[in-house]
């Protein structure tokens, strides 16, 4: 049941992102993150992807980031690129942007 409602909780907030209703997509991607901290034992971290909270925190800066809530957006960033402290795959850098 956990799963479910997690993913559910966060296909809402991604549906309220999509069309710029900032206010119920923060909420929605807040109870996607303390849904998911609150099956925290075994049997659902085993079914559980932490994709879910992954995105939230960066789908959360984009949000504060299109507010104008610059420090809460990097706060979100960097929540999202702690999970790769340690990692040794390199990030990719963009290349040049092409005028079309």
Same mark, same amino acid.
């Given at each position: 049941?956990?799963?479910?409602?997690?993913?559910? *909780?966060?296909?809402?907030?991604?549906?309220?992102?999509?069309?710029?209703?900032?206010?119920?997509?923060?909420?929605?991607?807040?109870?996607? *993150?303390?849904? /998911?901290?609150?099956?925290?034992?075994?049997?659902?971290?085993?079914?559980?992807?932490? *994709?879910?909270?992954?995105?939230?925190?960066?789908?959360?800066?984009?949000?504060?980031?299109?507010?104008?809530? /610059?420090?809460?957006?990097?706060?979100?960033?960097?929540?999202?690129?702690?999970?790769?402290?340690? /990692?040794?795959?390199?990030?990719?850098?963009?290349?040049?942007?092409? /005028?079309?």
């Amino acid at each position: 049941m956990g799963v479910k409602r997690v993913g559910v *909780l966060f296909s809402r907030a991604r549906a309220h992102l999509l069309v710029n209703d900032y206010a119920s997509a923060e909420q929605e991607f807040r109870k996607t *993150l303390m849904e /998911s901290r609150t099956f925290s034992n075994s049997t659902f971290m085993r079914g559980q992807v932490p *994709l879910f909270s992954l995105l939230c925190h960066s789908y959360l800066g984009q949000l504060y980031e299109a507010t104008g809530k /610059s420090q809460q957006a990097i706060d979100e960033y960097q929540s999202f690129l702690s999970h790769f402290e340690g /990692s040794r795959t390199k990030m990719p850098t963009p290349g040049p942007r092409s /005028s079309a």
